[in-house]
């Protein structure tokens, strides 16, 4: 049986070869020298956003910004860029630190920028209301009106009384 301290040796050469083969990856992902590579092909080599179509229409419609100016999807994006990307209802800042063309692992691919991001507002914990259980049938009109009610209350809207 082995001790906690073996076991920290035989995964540090481990976890130092997959660091070095995420390197290598990412190297292997980039472009060559003197290349530049697209902005709507960096956001989603970088893994921003899900498929590349998506970044282009993100850049279409002026949700993605490159240094606080709206850019076209095949604008070049170079080190030290700084990338703003409205995408899922927030805004996304990320400043460029290595150039990638392929799309690489989460792991790799955060290496790939510095993200200046907000934080995420919280989720709610309350379940919205309006919401009937499965097999309930259809709403009475009743039903309807308190649903209404309660859905006014929520909003901070004086409820219609009728």
């Not at 956001?43 to 899900?50: E, G, H, M, T």
């Not at 510095?114 to 914990?125: Q, T, Y």
């Amino acid at each position: 049986m082995a001790s906690e301290g073996d076991e920290d040796k035989a995964s540090g050469p481990a976890e130092e070869t997959a660091a070095a083969a995420a390197e290598a990856a990412a190297v292997a992902a980039g472009p060559q020298s003197g290349e530049s590579v697209r902005v709507d092909s960096w956001i989603w080599a970088v893994r921003l956003i899900k498929t590349r179509s998506a970044g282009a229409a993100a850049c279409k419609g002026g949700h993605v910004r490159v240094n606080g100016e709206r850019v076209k999807p095949a604008h070049s994006v170079r080190v030290g860029d700084e990338v703003r990307l409205r995408h899922e209802g927030r805004e996304r800042i990320v400043v460029v630190k290595r150039l990638i063309r392929k799309r690489v692992g989460a792991p790799v691919a955060v290496q790939c920028y510095v993200d200046n991001s907000p934080p995420p507002p919280p989720r709610e914990a309350v379940a919205p209301a309006g919401i009937r259980d499965r097999g309930a049938g259809r709403p009475t009109k009743r039903d309807r009106r308190e649903l209404e009610r309660l859905r006014a209350l929520e909003q901070g809207s004086s409820p219609k009384v009728r």
